[in-house]
């Protein structure tokens, strides 16, 4: 295997992992301040909205919503291409991430009992769709601007989930949403919504004040699991 060189330094980086398949999957990773390879760290799994995936395309979504809103978190973010154009909901996608969260574990030491996942739109779903598979994974979900497909709502179970979602959203009706919320809370899931007013779907930046008043509710769920 060859040598894993990462960085230490706070900042922003554009970084590559060769997958088992022979792929390359590109990612976005964000080191905090004060990091310490010494210590135990949290990581935060961001997974990009949907559009021409060019080189580094979850730069873009880091950099506008998730490092600005959990910064505080003091977490590696990492935010990946998707490497499948049928978006992250697939083995294909799935296989990558898992590959992604092994690889940095091989570096840095992450605390996997602050293990966050999160995404928009397309993201978001992906974020459902994982978070129903492997909830032992992820302290915690929070999909922006999403829905699950139905099979994945049914699927989630022991995992805390944060919906952020407006009611100007095109895309996926506010009122869709909140019904799957209630379904989800009948059911007894660990299940918050914040709604917004008016804000449209492709005002990405426009969530990144809701985005990290999820902070507080990320640590707690991070001193429940210890």
């Known amino acids: 295997m060859p040598e894993i060189n990462l960085p230490e330094r706070q900042g922003i980086y554009q970084e590559s992992l060769m997958l088992e398949s022979g792929d390359t999957l590109r990612y976005t990773?964000?080191?905090?301040?004060?990091?310490?390879?010494?210590?135990?760290?949290?990581?935060v799994i961001a997974l990009h909205y949907g559009g021409d995936v060019t080189a580094w395309y979850g730069k873009g979504y880091?950099?506008?919503?998730?490092?600005?809103?959990?910064?505080?978190?003091?977490?590696?973010?990492?935010?990946?291409?998707?490497?499948s154009p049928a978006g992250w909901d697939n083995p294909s996608s799935e296989a990558a991430v898992l590959a992604l969260m092994n690889h940095l574990k091989r570096y840095y030491t992450i605390d996997d009992k602050k293990v966050v996942l999160t995404g928009f739109s397309l993201g978001g779903i992906g974020t459902w769709y994982l978070?129903?598979?492997?909830?032992?994974?992820?302290?915690?979900?929070i999909p922006v601007s999403a829905m699950p497909r139905p099979d994945m709502a049914e699927a989630v179970r022991n995992i805390p989930v944060y919906v952020i979602h407006s009611t100007g959203d095109e895309i996926f009706?506010?009122?869709?949403?909140?019904?799957?919320?209630?379904?989800?809370?009948?059911?007894g899931l660990q299940v918050r919504m914040k709604t917004l007013e008016g804000i449209s779907h492709y005002q990405t930046p426009s969530f990144?004040?809701?985005?990290?008043?999820?902070?507080?509710?990320?640590?707690?769920?991070?001193?429940?699991k210890n």
């Open 29 to 43: 990773l964000s080191i905090p301040e004060f990091f310490s390879p010494r210590g135990k760290v949290p990581l």
């Open 62 to 83: 880091l950099t506008i919503l998730v490092e600005p809103a959990l910064c505080e978190l003091g977490a590696v973010i990492a935010a990946p291409d998707c490497p």
């Open 131 to 141: 978070a129903a598979r492997y909830p032992d994974l992820f302290s915690a979900a």
């Open 173 to 187: 009706p506010v009122k869709r949403v909140e019904e799957m919320v209630e379904k989800l809370k009948i059911r």
């Open 208 to 224: 990144v004040d809701t985005l990290r008043e999820t902070v507080p509710w990320i640590e707690q769920t991070w001193q429940e």
